[in-house]
């Protein structure tokens, strides 16, 4: 198992937004779960600080905003110093504090960084994307595809500098229309591979096999859209369970699933910077092998 990434998820469901299209929003978690979350955190980062003779990447994806949370900061420093660490990385509001990033192997850091209009102002959320870009921590930023959310996607856009990649997320459960795609598509030439849900079922893909998602307990299973699991990562079941597998769903409609299907081009398109989401070579068109647009099947 020389070489493997971990999508990391604890037990913590804790938000400071309210955002509508969130079921976690502002939820409060108990104390006894923030410590079962910090836990089961420090024995994952022990269990990293272990595999010498692996090359991993970490992404956690918390249900909650994590970096509010100090063993959070602390375990992306910890991790960024491993030298068997190739990228660690987290999904984040961008709505802390920056300046312990300092800390960190920056080289090997990175932050997934979602603006939700209406929860932060505009300025404050550039401010701190400005901040990592001094630091020299390497992001990306973005939004979901709500109509509501255009006019101030397109002002941040415009405002983020043309090396900092903004992504759209297609909004759960919305059909858009090519003249709708088009506009989000502006914003972000890659809209299109999120537009529409991906035809999965049996496709091969890297989850399960180089590709893992782990709870707080350590319970691994292929990823975080499969129910069943592969063993565990603390005991070292896990390992037998890993090898070129089919997706048992019949569609993968969030990134941190489809980009993994091997059926589709985007290890090429994200090669580099698969976990923080940023496409090789960025700024620049879509290169003609990496079409903005994807379409579905047409039906036999």
Not at 75 to 89: D, G, H, N, Y
Not at 131 to 145: F, I, K, Q, T, Y
Request: proline share 9%; net charge positive; charged share 25%.
């Amino acid at each position: 198992m020389p070489e493997l990434t971990i999508l990391y998820r604890g037990p913590l469901a804790s938000c400071d937004y309210d955002c509508p299209y969130c079921p976690f929003a502002k939820r409060r978690d108990t104390p006894d779960t923030l410590r079962a979350d910090r836990q089961a955190l420090e024995r994952f980062v022990s269990w990293v600080a272990g595999r010498t003779g692996d090359r991993l990447s970490v992404l956690f994806t918390p249900w909650g905003e994590g970096l509010v949370r100090s063993w959070y900061r602390r375990a992306i420093v910890e991790l960024s110093r491993l030298p068997q660490v190739r990228r660690v990385a987290i999904q984040t509001n961008l709505g802390g504090r920056t300046g312990w990033l300092r800390e960190a192997d920056r080289a090997r850091t990175a932050l997934w960084c979602t603006y939700h209009p209406g929860q932060t102002d505009h300025a404050r959320f550039l401010r701190r994307c400005r901040e990592l870009d001094a630091l020299g921590v390497r992001h990306s930023v973005g939004v979901v595809g709500l109509p509501e959310h255009l006019v101030a996607a397109r002002r941040l856009r415009g405002d983020l500098p043309p090396e900092v990649y903004l992504w759209v997320n297609a909004a759960e459960g919305r059909e858009y229309s090519d003249a709708e795609a088009a506009l989000w598509s502006a914003i972000d030439p890659y809209f299109g591979w999120s537009r529409f849900p991906h035809p999965s079922a049996g496709a091969p893909c890297r989850t399960g096999e180089t590709v893992i998602s782990v709870s707080g307990d350590g319970t691994v299973r292929r990823c975080h859209f499969v129910d069943t699991p592969l063993g565990n990562l603390y005991d070292g079941s896990f390992a037998a369970a890993l090898r070129p597998r089919g997706c048992p769903r019949a569609q993968c409609d969030c990134h941190i699933g489809y980009v993994h299907l091997r059926t589709l081009p985007l290890y090429g398109l994200f090669a580099g910077g698969v976990p923080e989401r940023i496409p090789a070579g960025w700024p620049g068109p879509p290169p003609e092998e990496f079409p903005g647009q994807f379409r579905m099947p047409t039906p036999a």
